[in-house]
């Protein structure tokens, strides 16, 4: 199986999520990992797996790919997820397997 983009919407998930891990395009390399965002609530019910977002990172805003999404609240410290990517432009891969796959394609800093 291999990952598609799909440039339509993301499918919208069942509920409003409220926490979501996110894969972050660093340079630095003690940076390129998952961090958890605050979902704000202008964004709930609009993040999917798979979705391309803008998150802030140190002094920066970056790309990141959403890993996963949680209802629970995430750490008071936690930043917001800035905004998604215009055009909506998510991956997809089908079931776990293909989160783990976009997990693995995250960790080898393939972002083109």
């Given amino acids: 199986m291999m990952l598609t983009a799909v440039r339509e919407p993301c499918a919208p998930p069942a509920r ?8 972050v395009d660093a340079i630095i390399p003690e ?7 605050r979902v704000p609530d202008e964004l709930r019910g609009e993040i999917a797996d798979g979705q391309l ?5 140190r ?4 790309l990141g790919i959403v890993s996963a999404l949680s209802p629970e ?3 008071a410290e936690a930043k917001a997820i800035h905004a ?5 432009f ?13 997990e693995r394609w995250g960790a080898r800093g393939v972002w083109g």
């Fill in 59 to 62: 002094d920066r805003v970056v």
């Fill in 73 to 75: 609240p995430p750490g």
């Fill in 84 to 88: 998604v990517v215009e055009p909506a």
């Fill in 31 to 37: 940076y390129w990992s998952e961090w958890t965002y």
């Fill in 90 to 102: 998510c991956l997809s891969g089908g079931g776990r397997e293909g989160e783990a796959r976009v």
């Fill in 53 to 57: 977002v803008w998150v802030p990172l």
């Fill in 16 to 23: 409003a999520y409220r926490s979501a891990t996110v894969s």
